[in-house]
């Protein structure tokens, strides 16, 4: 019986920030042992500005139509995002008319998706970003109006009760957003700002919405303000944490039936 795993990312057509992608891709593919493994992207957008460059990557239903002219009877839908978010629930959405294709198919959890996720990641983020003195650690994430984005302050909770009240979280789209995040860091006493991104990828939010020149970014806005501010371009998909969670979603899945 052939037994497949389909790798579900949001993608990216930045090509330095694929590397994020392809790094938790590589750890997922040494835990699917010697089942079938496949990747699928759930932008159109970015599948079609890579097909324009000559590469073509799967939707989550032509990665499913692949595995089934394989002859794969068992799949396991896992994906990189980060909460069960609206891509979450578009991956399920497109993958539901193949249910009747397989004996099994079944979908494993994104990274946050209980609250030993939040701790796990609070811990292997302080470890990767330890406290500086005069500091103040802000975490960049997407943000979303989906019920997910509960993840966003529940996250900066697990940090709080760790010790780490040096860190804020917050998103370019949902909430704490810009404002509230500065309305902490004006309370605080710390001068200095370390801005990290909170996505799998440091792509173009990353580039543009969180660093850059840009007078909207969050470094040109929080320095007009009179903080200094750096900044680091690395993606969750590169910290070693990060990856061991992802695989261990993976193993927990497989051991559960696949």
């Known amino acids: 019986m052939k037994k497949a ?24 593919r040494q835990e699917a042992h010697d089942r079938i493994f496949v990747s699928a992207f759930t932008s159109s957008v970015i599948r079609r500005v890579l097909k324009e460059r000559g590469e073509a990557v799967y939707s989550v239903a032509e990665a ?19 909460l069960c978010g609206h ?28 609250t030993a996720d939040l701790q796990r990641l609070a811990a ?13 650690l802000v975490l960049f994430g997407h943000g979303t109006d989906h019920a997910a984005n509960l993840t966003y302050p529940a996250l900066q909770t697990a940090f709080f009760l760790a010790g780490r009240q040096d860190v804020l979280v917050g998103t370019v789209e949902g909430w704490p957003a810009f404002q509230d995040v500065l309305g902490q860091l004006r309370a605080q006493e ?5 801005l990290v991104p909170l996505m799998l990828v440091a792509g173009d939010h990353a580039l543009h919405d969180m ?28 910290l070693p944490e990060v990856q061991a969670m992802y695989r261990a979603h993976l193993e927990e899945a497989l051991a559960s039936g696949a």
């Open 5 to 28: 795993v389909v790798c579900v990312s949001f993608g990216t057509s930045v090509p330095a920030g694929r590397e994020n992608i392809t790094a938790i891709e590589n750890v997922m």
């Open 64 to 82: 499913l139509e692949e595995l089934w002219k394989q002859g794969a009877a068992e799949v396991l839908v896992q994906p990189t995002h980060i």
């Open 87 to 114: 891509e979450y629930d578009k991956m399920r959405r497109e993958a539901e008319p193949w249910r009747d294709k397989f004996e099994s198919l079944r979908f494993g959890r994104p990274l946050l998706a209980n």
């Open 124 to 136: 292997g983020l302080s470890a990767a970003y330890p406290a500086r003195a005069g500091e103040a």
């Open 190 to 194: 710390e001068k200095s700002v370390h």
């Open 211 to 238: 660093a850059g020149e840009d007078p909207e970014s969050w470094q040109s806005q929080l320095e007009a303000e009179g903080f200094s501010v750096r900044a680091t371009l690395r993606g969750l998909g590169l």
